[in-house]
Nanobody, 121 residues
Framework: QVQLVESGGGVVQVGDSLRLSCAFS????????MGWFRQAPGMKREFVAA??????YYGASAKGRFTISRDNAKSTVYLQMNSLKPEDTAVYYC????????????????WGQGTQVTVSS
């Protein structure tokens, strides 16, 4: 079993920055395929960013503001979020082991519990 634990969420003001962390552990899995998603109340889970093979991908809402990175020595994947907006308010989830498209939440087999990000205007 793969364990994913997100942290770093909180309440911030418009324009602030946050860095989310996803610590992973458990059985071996391919760390080259991991993603971040978010879900606002009443909305579908939305793709934010992912590692897929040797590349990084971003959803439309994240491009230019968010950066996915990782520290394999610490078994952690990060999501740096800058210039935050009220519409970024959501629960952010880390995911691993996609069976297909990196952008499709339905393809991922392992999920963390999520961390709440609230951007106040």
């Amino acid at each position: 079993q793969v364990q994913l634990v997100e942290s770093g969420g909180g309440v911030v003001q418009v324009g602030d920055s946050l860095r989310l962390s996803c610590a992973f552990s458990g059985r071996a899995f391919n760390r080259d395929y991991m993603g971040w998603f978010r879900q606002a109340p009443g909305m579908k889970r939305e793709f934010v960013a992912a590692y897929s093979g040797g590349y990084r991908y971003y959803g439309a809402s994240a491009k230019g503001r968010f950066t996915i990175s990782r520290d394999n020595a610490k078994s952690t994947v990060y999501l740096q979020m800058n210039s935050l907006k009220p519409e970024d308010t959501a629960v952010y989830y880390c995911a691993a082991e996609p069976r297909g498209g990196y952008y499709d939440a339905n393809e991922y087999g392992s999920w963390g519990q999520g961390t709440q990000v609230t951007v106040s205007s």
